[in-house]
Structures are given as structure tokens and as C-alpha cells.
């Protein structure tokens, strides 16, 4: 079990990796297409995707850093670190998605309790365990709102939704008490929605070629 700690900051550094290349696609994709979306949504899309991007580059740092901290000032180093990086990863996650669903929520005027709860992080315990349970409300917005304003039949809508799903769980694993078992697996999910959302970036592609 020690070797899996032991292993488990480079896992993460290498899903983190995978992910931030799969994300500077997306966000060259996005460019690529502004034509068919208004600046508006491009400008929301690529604030959302930078967030993610910077949250995938201090996981890899970060927890780079976590490993080599183990030979050095010894395991607890190590553990302390990683979940700093974790938590920063989860928490650009976080302002990521509240970025897409803020412009919705803003015609509600729903978006300050949501700001109330996100200023909670700062202040109360379990901090890591709040930002899940924040994601997983996002996701089920998220969620919400594209099947309220259609969509579904399409492929790149499915995979959409296969992408907020995905995350979704991979949060409300996170808040099981496995760890690292359910940090390593909570990543993993994310980058297999991220993978998810590169799929819909290359049949979008596909379809403006064809036009």
C-alpha cells in the first residue's frame, strides 16, 4: 500500500499531462471555430478551458514537486503536497465550469448563492470535500440546462452529457474515504471526459469541413 502513495503524485502528474494536452486542443478548436459562435461564447468557452488548463498545469507541478519531496523530507511531505495539488486542480475545476454556467445563472439570479457557497472554501473544514460536492451541483446544472434547451439528438451532444456525467461521478468518488485510491480514480474520470469533450471537438470539425 506504501508503493501506491508512493506512486500515486506521478499518476496524477501524467493524468493531469494527458488532460492539458487534450484541453489546449480544445482551446485551439474553439479559435478554429469561432465563426460559428458568437464572441460572447467563445469568450465564456475559453476562460472555462483555461481555468482547466491552468488547474491540469499546478496538478502536474505540483505533485512533480510531491514526489521528489519523499526523498527529501520524507512521506507526510509528500502526502501534504499532493493534496495541495489536488486541491488546486479541483478548485480551477471548479471556477472553470461555474465560468460556463454563470451567464445562465446570472438571468436567474441565482449565481450569488452560488458565490456564497464557493466563498465558503476559504473558511471551513473538509475544503476538499466542499469543491466536490460544488462540482457535482455544476454538473447537474450544467445538465439540466442543455437537456431544458434541446440538443439531444445530436452525437456531439450525448458525448456532452457522457463528459458531465463522467465528472460528476468522478467527485462524489473523491468523497469516499479510499484514499488514493479515489484521487487516482477521480482523475482518471475526469480525463476520460476530457477525451469525451476532444471526441465532439473532432466531430464538430468533421461537420464544418463538410459544409
Do not use: C
Not at 496524477?12 to 492539458?20: H, K, N, Q, T, Y
Not at 467563445?42 to 476562460?47: C, G, P, R, T, Y
Not at 514537486?65 to 489536488?86: C, D, N, P, V
Amino acid at each position: 500500500m506504501q508503493y501506491l502513495h508512493l506512486w500515486t503524485p506521478l499518476a496524477l502528474a501524467v493524468f493531469g499531462g494527458i488532460m492539458l494536452i487534450l484541453q489546449l486542443s480544445l482551446l485551439r478548436g474553439f479559435i478554429k471555430v469561432y465563426r460559428v459562435m458568437s464572441s460572447r461564447e467563445l469568450s465564456i468557452m475559453m476562460a472555462s478551458f483555461i481555468a482547466f488548463s491552468i488547474g491540469s498545469i499546478l496538478l502536474i507541478l505540483v505533485n512533480i514537486y510531491a514526489y521528489y519531496t519523499f526523498y527529501s523530507l520524507g512521506y507526510g511531505y509528500m502526502e501534504l503536497y499532493r493534496k495541495i495539488g489536488l486541491m488546486l486542480y479541483e478548485i480551477l475545476l471548479a471556477l472553470g465550469f461555474l465560468i460556463l454556467i454563470m451567464p445562465s445563472m446570472l438571468k436567474t439570479g441565482k449565481v450569488a448563492t452560488l458565490l456564497a457557497v464557493e466563498s465558503l472554501l476559504s473558511t471551513l473544514d473538509g475544503m476538499l470535500h466542499i469543491i466536490n460536492i460544488i462540482i457535482i451541483l455544476e454538473m447537474i446544472i450544467l445538465l439540466l440546462y442543455y437537456f431544458r434547451h434541446g440538443g439531444r439528438e445530436m452525437l456531439s451532444g450525448r458525448l456532452w452529457v457522457i463528459s458531465l456525467v463522467l465528472i460528476a461521478v468522478s467527485r462524489f468518488v473523491n468523497l469516499l474515504p479510499m484514499q488514493p485510491l479515489s484521487d487516482l480514480f477521480s482523475i482518471f474520470m475526469d480525463l476520460l471526459a476530457f477525451i469525451s469533450l476532444y471526441i465532439m471537438k473532432l466531430e464538430l470539425d468533421f461537420s464544418l469541413e463538410g459544409e
